[in-house]
């Protein structure tokens, strides 16, 4: 059973940064595709960003294009999400994802998502 653990939410003001962290516990995952999705009060979870088991492919939301970054490092066993330039829309709770299977790039579809953590809660305000 994997089990997965986010960090580094806050809150800060609009235009600032944040690094959020996932690390698993338990075993590890190198070779899982990992994802990062947010959910808003009244609204469904959306994908935010996902990289390959390798890191050499990753994909985002059109919203966060040229504003986040996600990374992994494999031998640290943990995944990162660098948040700049955060607006008050990027209020959230940020929880990233393991996914089993290897699709060649990160999915973006709740769905194939076999792992969550607790989530972790980024608050931007204007």
């Known amino acids: 059973q994997v089990q997965l653990v986010e960090s580094g939410g806050g809150l800060v003001q609009a235009g600032d940064s944040l690094r959020l962290s996932c690390a698993p516990s338990?075993?590890?995952?190198?070779?899982?595709?990992m994802g990062w999705f947010r959910q808003a009060p009244g609204q469904e979870r959306e994908f935010v960003a996902g990289v390959s088991w390798s890191g050499g492919s990753t994909k985002y939301a059109a919203s966060v294009v040229g504003r986040f970054t996600v990374s992994r490092d494999n031998a640290k066993n943990t995944v990162y999400l660098q948040l700049n330039s955060l607006k008050p829309e990027d209020t959230a709770v940020y929880y990233c994802?393991?996914?089993?299977?290897?699709?060649?790039?990160?999915?973006?579809?709740?769905?194939?998502?076999?792992?969550w953590g607790q989530g972790t809660q980024v608050t931007v305000s204007s």
């Open positions: 994802a393991a996914d089993p299977f290897d699709r060649g790039t990160a999915s973006d579809s709740v769905s194939s998502y076999a792992y």
């Open positions: 338990g075993r590890t995952f190198s070779t899982y595709a």
